[in-house]
């Protein structure tokens, strides 16, 4: 179809889901593979966040992914990790309102009114964006590549800057509410339609 580089396909990235009988763990630090010549052992680099799930009581589950990275020269492992909890009985419960600007937190019947200022910051990059297309629109005329970039990198920066003022403030209501040992409820965001008689 000429839509190829090449006269003929290739195979850029290969990724292989495994079973439980395909891999098996050997220690934290080596990994048996299943291959059409027999098994292999691989030794495997951790890293910080699978051992924060080991040390947490976590186990690994039967199935992985294994990705070839040729530019590397290495196979990645995407393993899954999983818990076996009970269930959660709360002494008392935190309820949030979440709004555009401020979140507001009932606590023991004191609320707590916790300032996000999200629309100040929405409205500073709606002006930053404003302002850079009336200049790129002059001179490079309207929807040019340059104001493109930089729309897509103010955007990311944006989003990343409110993404974290969220983990933030959940993160806190998390920890009070797990402190009290209590369960968060959260208002119904999807309305249902009323029921008719």
């Not at 059409?36 to 052992?41: C, D, M, N, S, T």
């Not at 196979?75 to 909890?85: D, G, Q, S």
């Not at 916790?114 to 629309?119: A, N, Q, V």
């Given at each position: 179809?000429?839509r190829?580089?090449?006269?003929?396909?290739?195979?850029?990235?290969v990724?292989i889901w495994?079973?439980?009988?395909l891999?098996?763990?050997?220690?934290?630090?080596?990994?048996?593979?299943?291959?059409h010549?027999?098994?292999?052992?691989?030794?495997?680099?951790?890293n910080?966040?699978?051992?924060?799930y080991?040390?947490r009581?976590?186990?690994?589950?039967?199935?992985?992914?294994?990705?070839?990275?040729?530019?590397?020269?290495?196979?990645?492992?995407?393993i899954?990790f999983k818990?076996?909890?009970?269930?959660?009985?709360?002494?008392?419960?935190?309820t949030?309102?979440v709004?555009?600007d401020?979140?507001?937190?009932?606590?023991d019947?004191?609320?707590?009114?916790?300032?996000t200022?999200?629309?100040k910051v929405?409205l500073?990059?709606?002006?930053?964006?404003?302002?850079?297309?009336e200049?790129?629109?002059?001179?490079?005329?309207?929807?040019?590549?340059?104001a493109?970039?930089?729309?897509?990198?103010l955007s990311?920066?944006e989003r990343?800057?409110k993404?974290?003022?969220?983990?933030k403030?959940a993160?806190?209501?998390?920890?009070?509410?797990?402190?009290?040992?209590?369960?968060?409820?959260?208002?119904r965001?999807?309305?249902?339609p009323?029921?008719?008689i």
């Amino acid at each position: 179809m000429g839509r190829a580089r090449k006269p003929y396909p290739e195979v850029r990235s290969v990724s292989i889901w495994l079973d439980d009988h395909l891999w098996r763990a050997e220690g934290l630090t080596l990994v048996s593979l299943a291959t059409h010549r027999g098994r292999v052992r691989v030794s495997v680099e951790l890293n910080k966040h699978f051992l924060r799930y080991v040390n947490r009581g976590w186990r690994l589950a039967s199935e992985a992914k294994v990705k070839l990275d040729h530019k590397e020269r290495r196979l990645i492992f995407y393993i899954t990790f999983k818990k076996e909890v009970s269930e959660y009985k709360p002494k008392d419960y935190v309820t949030v309102d979440v709004n555009e600007d401020a979140e507001a937190v009932l606590i023991d019947g004191v609320v707590y009114l916790l300032e996000t200022g999200l629309s100040k910051v929405t409205l500073g990059y709606y002006y930053r964006r404003k302002s850079i297309q009336e200049r790129y629109d002059r001179i490079y005329g309207s929807g040019s590549r340059p104001a493109r970039r930089i729309f897509k990198r103010l955007s990311n920066k944006e989003r990343t800057f409110k993404r974290e003022i969220r983990w933030k403030l959940a993160a806190l209501i998390v920890r009070e509410a797990a402190r009290r040992q209590a369960a968060i409820v959260l208002e119904r965001l999807g309305r249902e339609p009323a029921n008719r008689i």
